[in-house]
């Protein structure tokens, strides 16, 4: 586990401590000495708070992915924004729970996460939910943007950087900005990556 708040990682480690069912194998407070322990992959499930003192935690869970792949990792945090929890599962988080959630259940919720299921707190699948219905919504729409926007968001969605795209369309990074924003108005997102997903969805590129 890693943790920064004392009052929490002990709690969380006296919970684990005396269940009969479970057992700790590390605990620590920041993401460099998280990394340390990562490399050893002698941990089946991984708790990872994201605002760590030193580094974001999704540096502590990219790592334990690619390190132990057959780990369970869940996100344990007390804010469930959207771009958190979707960078957090990106990153090969298998679950997200705020920490209000975990004292009456913790021991169940790591056992969940073993057996393969993707424990996250209610509330944040509600939002996940909204979120989704929102996007099939756009879904069934016509494609809003001109062929610039299009090629804009092709670029962007493949992974180049704003000047990357500037550069390869022979624009500013001004315009390019302009041209983003227009594609997240006209889609009803704020990121590139909803907006490709409803691009994808449609067939407006592939």
């Known amino acids: 586990m890693v943790e920064d708040h004392n009052e929490f990682r002990l709690h969380f480690e006296e919970i684990i401590l005396e269940s009969s069912e479970c057992s ?6 920041t993401g460099k000495e998280a990394l340390d322990q990562v490399k ?3 941990f089946d499930v991984l708790l990872c708070d994201l605002n ?21 990792i869940m996100i344990i945090s007390l804010f469930g924004d959207e771009a958190s929890v979707i960078e957090s599962l990106g990153a ?3 679950g997200y729970v705020l920490k209000n959630d975990l004292p009456n ?10 057996l393969g299921h993707s424990p996250i707190s209610p509330q944040i699948a509600r939002g996940l939910l909204r979120k989704f219905h929102l996007i099939e919504d756009s879904c069934d729409k016509k494609n809003p943007l001109t062929p610039k926007e299009s090629l804009v968001l092709q670029l962007l969605a493949a ?3 704003l000047k990357a795209t500037a550069q390869e369309l022979g624009n500013s990074v001004a315009t390019i ?9 006209k889609l009803g997102v704020n990121s590139k990556m909803q907006a490709a997903y409803i691009a994808r969805q449609k067939g407006w590129f592939k």
């Open 40 to 42: 050893t992959c002698d």
């Open 177 to 185: 900005n302009g041209y983003t924003k227009s594609i997240y108005r």
């Open 92 to 94: 090969g988080a298998k």
């Open 159 to 161: 992974g180049k950087s």
């Open 105 to 114: 259940n913790l021991i169940r919720t790591i056992q969940d996460l073993t």
């Open 24 to 29: 700790l194998a590390w605990s620590v407070g």
């Open 52 to 72: 760590l003192p030193d580094m974001n935690g999704i540096a502590v869970v990219e790592a334990a992915n690619a390190l132990c792949p057959d780990s369970n």
